[in-house]
C-alpha cells in the first residue's frame, strides 16, 4: 500500500473546480446537486426507470387495443407487475435478468389463472392467498430470482383479488405480461442501463468533493481554535465520505483476493480507495491533536491526502464497464432447507408470521369491506419486507400508515382541484411515481405518500374518485399494519436487540479475520490485497449494526437507553478506525506484536460473548492513542493501532460498573470525565 511521491501537489480545494462550478448553467448545477445527493444516481435512474417502464407498457397496451381487444384487468395486471418487475429483479447480468423475468412472469400468471379459477369458491381462493403469502416470503432464502418470482406471484394474485378476472380474460392477460417483459426489459438494459464506470467515476467526483470540504474545515478549525460545534461537522463530513466511498467499493467487483497473480485494475482501485480512506481519517485525527494550522504533521497528512485523489483520479480513468462487470450470480442466502428444524429457519418464522399477519389483517378487512379487503392484506404482507426485527417492522407500519394518511389528504385535494383536467392529471401521476421510487432508499413513507396521491389521481381519470374510497384505503392500511406489527411483537418475535447482537457478531468476526490476515501478511503468507478486502467487509459490517440499531435509535423503542446505543456505535467506530491504521501499517513492529495480535483475538472471541457490553456506559473512547500508551502517535505503527483497539476492548469489562456507578450518582462515566480530544469521543 506505498503511493509515489510526484512533487507537492495542491492540496483540496473546499469545492473543487469551484469557479467552473459557479459558471455552469442551472441544469450542470441541478445535476451536481443530484450527484451530492446521490452519487451514483441510483436513486435517480430507479425513479426514472419505473415511471419510464409504467409510460411505454401503457402505450404498448393502448397500440395493441387497436387489433386485440385487452380488457381493464390486463391494463392493470401489467402495469402493476412492470412497476414490480422494475424493482424486485436485482440479477447482476443480463442473462440471469432475462431469466428471473420469464420465470416471475410464469409464476405471476399461474397465481392469476388459479385465483381466476376459484374466484366462485371464495374460502379456498382465500385460504390459497395465504399460502401465497407464505411461499412468496419463504422464496427469498433461494435467492434474489426467487424472491422476485414470489413478489410478483404475491402482487399478481392481489391484483386478481381486486378485479377478479374470469377465465376467457386470461389469454389478455398473457399478451399484457409479454408486452410487461419485453418493455421492462428494454428499459433495464438498453434505455437506462446501468454503466458502472462511469457510475464510479460519478460517485468518485462526488466524493472528491466530500474530502475537500474535509479539508477546508480542518484547515477552518484549526485556524480559529476549534470552535463550538466545528469537531463535529467535520466528523459529519467524514461519514459522508465514508457514505460515498461504501456506494464506490459496491460498484467495484467483489473478491476476497489473497492469491499471488498480479492486482487487477479494480483491485488497485479498491486498495487505493482504502488508503483514500485511511489517510483522511489520519489528517482528522492530525487535525485534531495538532494546536495551529501549520503543524507539521498535519500539513503532510493532507499533502498525502491530495496525492491519493490524483492517484484515484488517474485509476479510474481507466476503468471500462467490462473490467467491472461481476458476471456471477448472487449467492443465495442459505442452504437447503432443512425439514428437521423447520422451527429455527428464519425464513419460515418469517413466512409464518407474515401469513399469520395478513390472515388477521383478511379478516378485519372483511368486517370494513367486502371488496376493498385486500389493502389490509397488502399492507400486511409490505410490512415485513426488508426488515430483521421487530423494531424494524413497527417502524415501516408507523411509516406506512403516515405516508398513507398524508396522501389521502393530498390526495384528495388534488382530484377535487384537478377534476376533468386530464393532461395536467397524467403529469401529476407521472411525477408521483417517480418522486415516490426516488425516495423509496431514503424514506419507505414517502413512497406510501406518493402512491397514495398518485391513486387518487388515477381515481379522479377513471371517474371512480370519491373521498370515501381514499378514507377506506387508509382504514384497510391501518389495519394492516396493525396485524403485522401485533404479529412481529408476539408471535414468534425476534427482538431488536437479537439484530443488534447478530450485526455485532458479524462485525467482531470481520475484526477476528483482519487481525488474523494481519499476522499472515507479516510472516508472508497473504497479500495486502486480502488485507483490503477484509477491511472492506468490517465496513459492510460496520454499516449492518448502524442499520440493526436505527429502530432503537428512532426513540419509539429506546426511551431512555437512547444514548447508550448511540455510545455503542461510536464505540465500533473507534474500532473500525483503528482496524483501518492497522490494516494500513506496512506489518512492522516491535517483539511481542505476534503475541499481542493472539491476545487480541482472544479479547473480541471473549467479546462476541457478550456483545451487550457495547452499549453500556463506560471510560471516553476516542480515536486519540489511549493514555497510557507510550510513545507519539504516528502513522502506520501496527502496535499503538493494536494497542487502541485493546483498549477499547477492554472498556467492555468495567462497562457494567460505570453503568452502576452512573446510576448511583446520577452521571454517566463520560460526564465524569472529559472526553480525550479526538475525531470521535463518547
Known sequence: MTDPQPARPPLFDAQPGGSVERRAGPLARLLRRLEDADPALIRLRL???????????????????????????AYAVALALALQGAVAIKDTTVSQRVRTRLWSALVGMAALTSASLL?????????????????AVLARRWGPRWNAAGMFGFNAYFMAAYFAPAPGDLPAIALALILCVIVAHWVRDRALP?????????????????????ASRLRQGLKNDWPDGARDAVLQAEQRVRDGLLIAEGLLPATEGGGTAPLSAPMQAS?????????LETAIGAAFEARRDDDRVFRSSLERLARLRLQVRRTVANLTDEMLDPAVAVPSQAGPLAWSNLAGDPFVRTAFQVTLACAIAMAGGYLLSEQRWFWAVLTAFLVFVNTQSRGDA?????????????????????ATLLHGSFALSLALIAACVFLGFYLLQTSYGALSFFVTVALSLIYGLLGNFSPELLLLRLEETLIGAASGMFVSFFVLPRPTLDAVRKAVDGFLSELDRLIEAFGEMRRGNASSWRLVAVTRSLDRRHSEIAAAVRPLESGWLAGARRRDFEVGLLRFTVLSYWAHLLAGSQGDGPQGLDAALEACRDEI???????????????????????????PSTEGDPALALHAIRHVLAQL????????????????????????????ST
Open 271 to 279: 486498495i487505493q480507495l482504502f488508503d483514500l480512506h485511511l489517510a
Open 119 to 135: 374466484a366462485g369458491v371464495p374460502l379456498l381462493r382465500d385460504l390459497l392467498f395465504l399460502a401465497v403469502a407464505f411461499a
Open 47 to 73: 425513479g426514472l426507470r419505473v415511471t419510464l417502464t409504467l409510460a411505454l407498457v401503457a402505450l404498448a397496451l393502448l397500440v395493441s387495443h387497436r387489433f386485440v381487444a385487452l380488457p381493464q384487468v
Open 605 to 631: 472471541r471473549a467479546a462476541r460473548g457478550q456483545p451487550e457490553r457495547f452499549f453500556e456506559r463506560a471510560q471516553p473512547a476516542s480515536l486519540r492513542a489511549p493514555r497510557e500508551s507510550q510513545g
Open 394 to 414: 413497527l417502524l415501516r407500519g408507523l411509516d406506512r400508515s403516515l405516508g398513507t394518511a398524508g396522501g389521502v389528504v393530498l390526495g384528495i385535494g388534488l
Open 653 to 680: 469489562g468495567g462497562a457494567r460498573d460505570g453503568s452502576r456507578r452512573s446510576a448511583s450518582t446520577g452521571q454517566g462515566a463520560s460526564d465524569k470525565e472529559p472526553a480525550v480530544p479526538g475525531p470521535v
Open 194 to 214: 446501468d454503466r458502472p464506470a462511469d457510475d464510479l467515476r460519478r460517485t468518485l467526483r462526488v466524493v472528491d468533493g466530500r474530502v475537500g470540504r474535509v
